[in-house]
């Protein structure tokens, strides 16, 4: 069964969500995950930001019954916050692996360049 603890939503598989204390930001939260609860997306980050807002919306309509049941009100107003987080952190991965990408065509074409300068170098 889950519950409600200080820390946040406690599932039943005994993994709890954390919610966002007053003095932390969301980059707080995220940043102190556990490497082994980290999870790769199955779906798009489109996808699941939209499904994020579509799920605030749903569940402001059940509000008082999830609360009823000891949803912490603060996890669905947190909604926003945290699908705002990951568009910004989906758009920062991408902009870093086009920068790598990008230096990596600049070094395949400068490759052969330096390789010769390199044997130069080593052989005089």
Same mark, same amino acid.
């Given at each position: 069964?889950?519950?409600?603890?200080?820390?946040?939503?406690? =599932?039943?598989?005994? %993994?709890?969500?954390?919610?966002?204390?007053?003095?932390?930001?969301?980059?707080?939260?995220?940043?102190?995950?556990?490497?082994?609860?980290? *999870?790769?997306?199955?779906?798009?980050?489109?996808?699941?930001? *939209?499904?994020?807002?579509?799920?605030?919306?749903?569940?402001?309509?059940?509000?008082?019954?999830?609360?009823?049941?000891?949803?912490?009100?603060?996890?669905?107003?947190?909604?926003?916050?945290? &699908?705002? &987080?990951?568009?910004?952190? *989906?758009?920062?991965?991408? %902009?870093?692996?086009?920068? %790598?990408?990008?230096?990596?065509?600049? =070094?395949? %074409?400068?490759?052969?360049?330096?390789?010769?300068?390199?044997?130069?170098?080593?052989?005089?």
């Amino acid at each position: 069964m889950n519950s409600f603890g200080k820390n946040g939503f406690v =599932l039943s598989s005994g %993994k709890s969500i954390k919610t966002i204390m007053p003095q932390q930001t969301i980059w707080d939260i995220i940043s102190a995950f556990p490497d082994e609860e980290v *999870q790769v997306p199955t779906i798009p980050a489109g996808i699941y930001i *939209q499904e994020a807002e579509e799920l605030k919306n749903w569940a402001e309509e059940d509000k008082e019954v999830l609360t009823s049941y000891g949803l912490n009100p603060m996890l669905i107003e947190e909604i926003p916050v945290r &699908a705002d &987080a990951y568009r910004v952190s *989906q758009s920062n991965w991408k %902009k870093i692996i086009k920068i %790598k990408g990008d230096a990596e065509k600049k =070094l395949c %074409k400068k490759l052969p360049e330096a390789v010769s300068l390199h044997s130069l170098l080593v052989l005089c």
